[in-house]
């Protein structure tokens, strides 16, 4: 039953309460048996859980209850209470992007295929590598990339989000998760990738994204989430792939070799200079460039080893809009536009707070202005209570108010 499946997670009572919604006296209410959880909600609960709809109300056992993902994220010595909170948290996001998915005409279905294109066509007994390069020749067909010969980086989050896959990138401040990736099962399955945008660049959470999706799509059959913490070096084969998938995503040889040709940039004479141009075009960290040209074999180890030497980023700001700081490129735009990059964008559920995508409130903002939902919905959706969500949006949508 309910009080089992709490207890279990370790999630605070009160938190959940605020998570779905509910006055703490309710959800104890429901805890201890003495009110019905309401049919309504069942597959809510059920989905952010990770449980079935029947573990809820105690049709089953305790022991089939058990909610794997928990115990998987129990089993990680590194995992705070705040990477518990903010796993729920994105598993109610992705609830609600799948209750949102039937308004607005989408389904997942593009995204399991492009998954199970990239698997089947995997052969299993190869190398860490060949699987990895393959993976990602595939990957980069499947999702429109393969005829690209600049960076995909710019392309990584509308094209994935296209595909039906759940992108959210928040700052979560005391979690030592970089990265994880798990699917959320409710009527619409739903993959979603997080990445945690504290002390983080673009550029390395372009690694991290694609990292997260090689999980997604390989290792979560038989895993209830994938997590990758923070400066966290491991010999695991999983993890290997998943870095090498990453790295051919985003610069395999044929990208590195046509920008370096376009600039006119030796890699035998590589400086702090040119090295900000080409992280600049392929939209991914220093590292991972030299990383890749290195595996490429355009670059000698000793080449390596000064390159990585190189501190470029206050010329990278020079090329790029994206290794500007926050304050840096809030300076940039319309003070109007500020909101967007945060304030209205954030959303707190017990003490812990996180940034809604941009383009899930637009789709919100959407549906309401055309009357396919109301206010009320339109708040629930967005994680906010109704004052705060006219308070917010009323500009954007007079009749909200």
Same mark, same amino acid.
């Given at each position: 039953?309910?009080?089992?499946?709490?207890?279990?997670?370790?999630?605070?009572?009160?938190?959940?309460?605020?998570?779905?919604?509910?006055?703490?006296? @309710?959800?104890? *209410?429901?805890?201890?048996?003495?009110?019905?959880?309401?049919?309504?909600?069942?597959?809510?609960?059920?989905?952010?859980?990770?449980?079935?709809?029947?573990?809820?109300?105690?049709?089953?056992?305790?022991?089939?209850?058990?909610?794997?993902?928990?115990?998987?994220?129990?089993?990680?010595?590194?995992?705070?209470?705040?990477?518990?909170?903010?796993?729920?948290?994105? !598993?109610?996001?992705?609830?609600?992007?799948?209750?949102?998915?039937?308004?607005?005409?989408?389904?997942?279905?593009?995204?399991?295929?492009?998954?199970?294109?990239?698997? =089947?066509?995997?052969?299993?007994?190869?190398?860490?590598?060949?699987?990895?390069?393959?993976?990602?020749? $595939?990957?980069?067909?499947?999702?429109?990339?393969?005829?690209? /010969?600049?960076?995909?980086?710019?392309?990584?989050?509308?094209?994935?989000?296209?595909?039906?896959?759940?992108?959210?990138? /928040?700052?979560?401040?005391?979690?030592?998760? *970089?990265?994880?990736?798990?699917?959320?099962? /409710?009527?619409?399955? $739903?993959?979603?990738? #997080?990445?945690?945008?504290?002390?983080?660049?673009?550029?390395? !959470?372009?690694?991290?994204?694609?990292?997260?999706?090689?999980?997604?799509?390989?290792?979560?059959?038989?895993?209830?989430?994938?997590?990758?913490?923070?400066?966290?070096?491991?010999?695991?084969?999983?993890?290997?792939?998943?870095?090498?998938?990453?790295?051919?995503?985003?610069?395999?040889?044929?990208?590195?070799?046509?920008?370096?040709?376009?600039?006119?940039?030796?890699?035998?004479?590589?400086?702090?200079? =040119?090295?900000?141009?080409?992280?600049?075009?392929?939209?991914?960290?220093?590292?991972?460039?030299?990383?890749?040209? #290195?595996?490429?074999?355009?670059?000698?180890? *000793?080449?390596?080893?000064?390159?990585? @030497?190189?501190?470029?980023?206050?010329?990278?700001?020079?090329?790029?809009?994206?290794?500007? =700081?926050?304050?840096?490129?809030?300076?940039?735009?319309?003070? *109007?536009?500020?909101?967007?990059?945060?304030?209205?964008?954030?959303?707190?559920?017990?003490?812990?707070?996180?940034?809604?995508?941009?383009?899930? $409130?637009?789709?919100?903002?959407?549906?309401?202005?055309?009357?396919? $939902?109301?206010?009320?919905?339109?708040?629930?959706?967005?994680?906010?209570?109704?004052?705060?969500? @006219?308070? !917010?949006?009323?500009?954007?949508?007079?009749?909200?108010?």
């Amino acid at each position: 039953m309910l009080r089992d499946i709490v207890k279990l997670s370790q999630l605070d009572t009160k938190f959940c309460a605020s998570l779905f919604g509910v006055a703490p006296e @309710q959800f104890y *209410e429901w805890l201890s048996g003495n009110r019905p959880v309401p049919k309504f909600l069942l597959r809510e609960l059920a989905s952010v859980f990770g449980v079935q709809p029947m573990d809820v109300t105690g049709q089953r056992s305790r022991q089939d209850a058990v909610p794997a993902i928990w115990y998987k994220l129990h089993s990680q010595e590194r995992s705070s209470p705040a990477d518990l909170e903010i796993v729920g948290l994105i !598993r109610k996001l992705c609830f609600n992007f799948s209750e949102l998915q039937p308004l607005l005409g989408q389904t997942s279905d593009r995204w399991d295929q492009i998954s199970q294109t990239v698997r =089947t066509q995997i052969v299993q007994s190869a190398s860490i590598l060949t699987q990895a390069r393959t993976a990602a020749e $595939i990957f980069r067909r499947e999702i429109g990339w393969e005829h690209g /010969s600049g960076g995909s980086g710019q392309f990584i989050r509308p094209n994935l989000r296209n595909a039906g896959l759940v992108i959210v990138e /928040s700052p979560v401040p005391d979690s030592q998760i *970089e990265g994880c990736s798990f699917r959320v099962r /409710s009527d619409r399955d $739903i993959a979603c990738v #997080f990445a945690n945008s504290y002390q983080s660049t673009w550029f390395r !959470r372009n690694a991290v994204i694609l990292h997260e999706v090689c999980h997604g799509i390989f290792d979560l059959e038989g895993d209830p989430v994938s997590i990758d913490y923070r400066h966290e070096t491991s010999d695991d084969l999983k993890e290997k792939r998943a870095n090498l998938f990453a790295q051919e995503c985003l610069v395999p040889r044929a990208v590195l070799t046509h920008i370096t040709s376009k600039l006119g940039i030796k890699w035998s004479a590589i400086t702090k200079e =040119t090295l900000a141009r080409i992280v600049a075009e392929c939209n991914v960290e220093p590292r991972l460039v030299l990383r890749a040209a #290195f595996d490429a074999k355009l670059i000698t180890t *000793e080449q390596l080893d000064t390159y990585a @030497q190189y501190e470029c980023t206050s010329l990278l700001k020079q090329f790029t809009d994206h290794a500007l =700081t926050t304050r840096e490129f809030l300076v940039k735009i319309p003070k *109007e536009h500020h909101p967007w990059f945060f304030e209205d964008r954030f959303v707190k559920i017990g003490n812990r707070g996180i940034l809604l995508p941009v383009g899930y $409130i637009k789709a919100i903002i959407e549906l309401l202005s055309s009357g396919r $939902i109301t206010s009320q919905r339109a708040a629930e959706l967005a994680m906010m209570d109704h004052y705060t969500f @006219q308070e !917010r949006f009323e500009k954007i949508i007079p009749q909200a108010a």
